[in-house]
């Protein structure tokens, strides 16, 4: 499977397994169900997460042309997946980041700090 056999929501959350500012790996924890535009100085664009992105995800995550190797788990509508180093599960997994704005709580937290700076 290639990246152009992706959803436009699978592509959002794999884009996000590695830090865009440092380029090091991190957890992107999404929710399924998601959706959110976002303005930006070009205009706007949305990230929708549905159920069949997630799979989508899955199928990508185990037979990816790029020799990449995944993990990620779900429970209930949450699925976290991380980008493997070597082909396995860190010891240290708690010490990387997670990357959290593709879930319905981040975009009630960023309109509750809004409100409060008002």
């Known amino acids: ?51 069949e992105d997630y799979e989508n995800l899955k199928r990508y995550t185990q037979e990816n042309e790029y020799g990449e190797k995944y993990h990620m788990a779900r429970n209930k ?15 240290n997994l708690s010490e990387y980041p997670v990357f959290r704005q593709y879930k319905k709580d981040a975009i009630l937290k960023d309109d509750e700090f809004e409100v409060d700076e008002a």
Request: net charge negative.
């Open 1 to 51: 499977m290639e990246w152009n056999d992706l959803t436009e929501g699978a592509k959002a959350v794999l884009e996000q397994t590695r830090n865009m500012k440092n380029d090091n790996i991190q957890i992107v924890e999404f929710e399924i169900g998601f959706e959110q535009e976002y303005e930006t100085g070009d205009g706007s664009y949305t990230v929708s997460i549905q159920e």
């Open 77 to 91: 509508n949450i699925v976290k997946i991380i980008l493997l180093e070597n082909g396995k599960i860190p010891d």
